[in-house]
């Protein structure tokens, strides 16, 4: 009887927001918990995945997908999550502005994740983004705590590197622990469909990389959502 709701957020464009929606998809759909994907993001990124999806036959029903701009469309609809039976999971993929949506979207929420690469106008509109957030804060308790995801490879170069400990300096218990790192499956799961899928029905050759990647999303699901759902993988 409950629903988990994740949303994505950064003004700045290819930091990773849809793809991560996407991976959450996959680790939510692997074990078993029904998702839906909340597209308010006018690009419609990931309503088109899903078509995308279906007509490569890498889908899994229990996962559906709508797109709206509209406040109080967006709450009936978590609303309506809410009282449906079973565990659920929620993703919504945003453009991260200042738009109308964007309060309805901290209320609905329980966790707020926020990607970004690691150059300094990356970082700086990190730091935006986390005072928006405590504006909306400040008005309503219950709105969740951003958690930064940084989605460059652990062993970054030395300009990354001073961004990184700017970004630790600032923001480090909001900084989560998994790092995304450039990863060719993300990419062809953005063309094909839902990434568990790709792993159980793909070619045999690629279904070790893809479970890979798989992993990786597992550890970044499990931290944004404090292992709440974990053992249902163990
Ligand atoms: N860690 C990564 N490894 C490989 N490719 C990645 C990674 N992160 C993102 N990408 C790729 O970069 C592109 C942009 O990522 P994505 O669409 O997730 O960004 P976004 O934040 O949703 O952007 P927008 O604001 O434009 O919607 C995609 O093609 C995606 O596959
Ligand atoms: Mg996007």
């Known amino acids: 009887m409950t629903c988990t709701t994740i949303s994505f957020m950064n003004r700045k464009g290819g930091v990773g927001k849809s793809t991560c929606v996407r991976m959450f998809a996959s680790v939510a759909d692997e074990r078993g918990m029904p998702v839906t994907l909340i597209d308010t993001d006018e690009s419609v990124a990931v309503a088109e995945w899903h078509t995308a999806g279906m007509e490569n036959d890498r889908w899994s029903e ?14 009936d609809h978590v609303i ?48 935006k983004i986390m005072r928006y957030v405590d504006l909306y804060r400040a008005q309503s308790a219950k709105v969740a705590s951003p958690r930064i995801l940084i989605n460059a490879p652990k062993s970054a170069g030395e300009s990354h590197r001073a961004e990184m400990s700017a970004l630790f300096d600032s923001y480090g218990e909001a900084i989560l622990d998994e790092m995304l790192a450039e990863r060719t499956a993300l990419n062809e799961m953005d063309q094909r469909g839902l990434l568990n899928v790709m792993r159980d029905k793909g070619p045999a050759v690629k279904r070790k990389y893809y479970e890979d990647v798989m992993t990786l999303a597992r550890g970044i699901f499990d931290e944004v959502t404090e292992g709440k759902f974990a053992k249902e993988n163990a």
């Open 80 to 127: 309506a999550l809410k009282e449906a039976p079973g565990e659920h999971i929620c993703l919504i993929d945003t453009q991260g502005s200042s738009s109308e949506i964007m309060g309805m979207i901290f209320e609905v929420s329980d966790f707020i994740v926020v990607p970004t690469r690691l150059s300094r106008s990356d970082t700086s509109e990190v730091g």
């Open 62 to 75: 229990s996962v559906t997908s709508l797109k709206t701009m509209d406040q109080m469309e967006l709450l």
